[in-house]
């Protein structure tokens, strides 16, 4: 058997959907640039849209971020194949619709399928799903979701690190996002850290 590449240890596959908040992704993207990770992303045409509402950035802003971004539709990449090993996945943010294909086993498109991929060879998957509130269909996908394995973390801000901007409460979601991989970071004081 061959031992797994010491690369996909730091290794993590993307995905960004339309729904609100796509500032997490974007950030999420930099601080994985800044600690040294792989990261293999799909931006679907909904996170375009999102982010061109929600900020100043393009395509080509995320493309700068990422080591690899792939089409929507480019179900040839490598993310679509259990081979390619990874580190497992995450979806900032993750929308209703694809939380609904990927408690389905729907994979229409890339993003879907590297998620199905990644559960299938039981590797994390953190969906941050961004939506509120939430009605009994919504609950029921996540609990879907949890149970084929999937880790669900909405972007839920804590108050107790005392945050000064909108970033420090982004960046305290993306920290628990990390802390799903065992990624070190410094995003935020945690509870019982002094200051």
Known sequence: MTPPSPSSKKRLVIGITGASGVIYGLETLKVLKHLGYETHVVLTRAAETTLRIETPHTRKTISDLATVLYDETDIAAPIASGSFQTAGMIVIPCSIKTLSAISHSFNANLLVRAADVTLKERRPL???VRETPLH???LSLMVTAAQLGATILPPVPAFYHQPQTILDLIHQSIGKVL???????NLFRRWGESE
């Open 126 to 128: 953190v969906l941050v």
């Open 136 to 138: 009994q269909g919504h």
């Open 179 to 185: 802390d799903c991989f065992d990624i070190e970071h």
